[in-house]
Structures are given as C-alpha cells and as structure tokens.
C-alpha cells in the first residue's frame, strides 16, 4: 500500500474530441409542450450542450482543481483518488466524507472549507476537521474495479486501510447516498476506528432485523409502502442499473449529450430546487460533474455499484446493529427517508436533526445548515 501525490489529467485532444461529438449529437423527437414529463426537457438539454461545446473550459477547472491537495492510494488491486484537506484549528479531527451517484468529489467543492476552517465563517476553530475525501472506486479519478464484488461493504475495507495509511486510527465519517451505505458498513465492519457515524441518507436496502413473527409498526408499514410507491414512479433509473449497467453503458459511454441527460435529470428531480436546477448548482458545476464522468470513462464503472449492490444488501442479521453513535439530518426533499424507528432498529441515533431545506445533494445544495450539524454531533463525540 502507498500514497503518493496525484496530477489530474488534462488532454486537448480530448476535449476536442468531446466537442465534435456535441456537434454532430442526433438530437431525439419530442411531443411539443410536454417539457420534463417523459424525461430530460429536450430545449433544456440542447441549451445545456451547446453551454458545454461553446462555452465550457474544462482546463480552467482543472486548474482550479489542481488547487486542493490531491492523492492516490495504491492498493494491489487499485487506486483511489482521494483530496486531502488539513484542518486549522487547535485540534482538527479526520473526517472522512464519502459522495454518491450520480455525484462525485466535486460534490464536496462547497462544504470543505466549512469543515476545515469553520473560524473563516464564524464558527469556532476547535471544531475543524481534517477532511478526506475518496472518489469511489469506479467514479472519477479513482480506478474502475476489474471483478465483481466492489461493494460497500468492500470499499467501507478499502476506507479503514485509506485512514490507516494516512496515520488515522480512529477517525469520523460523513456521507448520504452510496457514502451512507459505504459508512453503515463501516459501522458493521469498523466500529472500535469510529468516532462517530453521520448520515445525511438511508441506504435503500437498508432493513433492519426482525425478530421471527415480528411485524413492522404502523408508521414503519406506511414508509415501506411509500418508499414502494417512489421507487414505481422513480425508480426506472435504479433498476436498469442494478439489472442491466453494461446496456445502459453502451449509450451513455458513446454520447455527451445522453450522459448529460442521465446526469443532470437527477441532479434535478433530487435537489430541493422547485424544477429549475440551476437556481441550486450553475452550470459550470453541473457540467464540470458530466465532464468528469465523461473524461474518466466511469458512467459504466459508478453504475455497476448499484449491481453489486443488489447481491450485497444492507440486510441486517440477528443482534446486527451500527452501535456507534450516529447523527442523522433529514433533509425535506431526500425521498423516500425512513422514520426514526425504524433507523433506530440498526443504527446507535444520538442526534436527529430535520432540516428546513434541502435534498439529495445536502453538501452541494446546505454546506451552511450540514457542516453545522455535523460540527454540532462530532463536537462531543471529539473527546
């Protein structure tokens, strides 16, 4: 195992070649009028590609990048990128921050100097962190996994030995979507290297253990059916990718403005932003997400983690359980989100927070109202 500093790439070639590929786009028919009913509004995604040909400067965002402290974690099997940002403060403790789909580090642009530097924002200094903050394997600048099995249960043991590599015995974790699932297994799995556990998301396979005969409660029946019903209306997205990402791939692999498309659909209908998705990221940062997934090749890579999620569930067995203290902030618009009971079944909660808004995306959308809170239950837990 080793850590080494890590240069993001750049090629002229292919960013011309990302240009000529906008250019000769076969754009799709649509009913006229119909806007983001049947999917990604057709006026929206052509504006936002011709932005990206014409417009968009993926050099300068490399440098600006370049600027954080970037590494690579070698492990036998693969790479890791990872940013690695020092507290300033009296005592920063680490805190590893994990990001989801169809997201990436970039996610975390917004709330890392909150976290390392509370003091420029008002805050105390003596709640800074030394942040970590690891593109999953297969998204980014990490490498994409060559077997099966990359699961969260294997990346929550590729964490402990990135911590362990870097001098961090025990450390604090942060993180919604597949950063949820990736600290629930490290909760399982890494318990006695836990300060503490904070979620913004509830992994979807989540189920806690029932004893035999025992039956959910009633508010517990009606989140099952509710978080039923979302995934009917809106799930379409996850069930091509946990059952067939290598199809998907051909499509979104070969065409810009498909993947674009898939992306910044989600980064829609999840963000608590009314349907304007810009009134919540601009449109350099929406693209500069796409790009990353286009330069890197991963929208296959980062959706197979949605597969091997299916073969791998958060399906907890008997006296299972996330002892570890945990934090939980709710944000309104992270649907569907489970009832404190049932959370309670596997996870230690210590501290629930609802937030006043806010959705999937909480990092990028309230780094304010989530570096507070997560300020707020690690501050204890630091002693």
């Known amino acids: 195992m080793s850590i080494e500093r890590f240069e993001l790439p750049y090629s002229d070639a292919a960013v011309e070649d990302l240009r000529d590929r906008l250019a000769q786009t076969r754009w799709p028919d649509e009913i006229p009028g119909t806007g983001w009913e049947y999917g990604a509004d057709l006026a929206y995604i052509r504006e936002l590609c011709r932005t990206w040909r014409e417009e968009f400067d993926w050099k300068a965002r490399i440098e600006e990048l370049s600027a954080l402290h970037h590494y690579r974690y070698a492990t036998p099997e693969l790479g890791v990128h990872f940013l690695h940002e020092r507290g300033k403060g009296p005592a920063p403790a680490p805190l590893l921050v994990t990001h989801g789909w169809p997201g990436s580090f970039l996610e975390m642009l917004r709330i890392l100097p909150r976290l ?3 003091a420029r924002f008002g805050g105390d200094p003596a709640d800074s962190f030394d942040v ?7 998204f980014g600048f990490s490498d994409r996994p060559a077997r099966r099995g990359m699961n969260v249960f294997a990346i929550a043991d590729l964490w402990a030995g990135l911590m362990g590599e870097l001098g961090y015995e025990r450390f604090a974790v942060q993180g919604g979507d597949f950063g949820a699932g990736v600290n629930t297994a490290l909760g399982l799995r890494h318990a006695d290297r836990l300060m503490g556990v904070h979620l913004n998301y509830i992994p979807g396979s989540y189920r806690p253990w029932l004893a035999p005969g025992e039956q959910p409660s009633a508010v517990e029946r009606a989140f099952l059916a509710d978080a039923a019903a979302w995934y009917e209306d809106h799930g379409a997205y996850a069930h091509v990718q946990r059952m067939e990402p290598q199809t998907l791939a051909y ?3 070969d065409s810009p403005a498909g993947l674009a498309a898939w992306l910044v659909e989600k980064f829609r209908d999840w963000a608590d932003c009314g349907g304007d998705v810009e009134s919540r990221f601009t449109r350099d940062e929406l693209l500069a997400n796409v790009t990353l997934y286009w330069m890197t090749g991963t929208i296959h890579s980062s959706c197979r983690l949605y597969f091997e999620g299916r073969k791998a569930p ?3 067995q008997e006296h299972e359980r996330v002892e570890v203290p945990c934090g939980i902030a709710q944000f309104p618009k992270e649907l569907p989100f489970p009832p404190r009971p049932w959370i309670e079944r596997g996870y230690h909660v210590v501290r629930w927070s609802e937030m006043p808004r806010g959705g999937h995306f909480a990092a990028a959308e309230e780094p304010e ?4 809170d997560v300020a707020a239950f690690f501050r204890t837990l630091r002693q």
């Open 116 to 118: 390392t530097d509370p």
């Open 314 to 316: 958060l399906q907890f």
């Open 251 to 253: 499509g979104l692999n």
């Open 132 to 138: 970590v903050v690891p593109s999953l394997p297969g």
């Open 369 to 372: 109202l989530l570096a507070a």
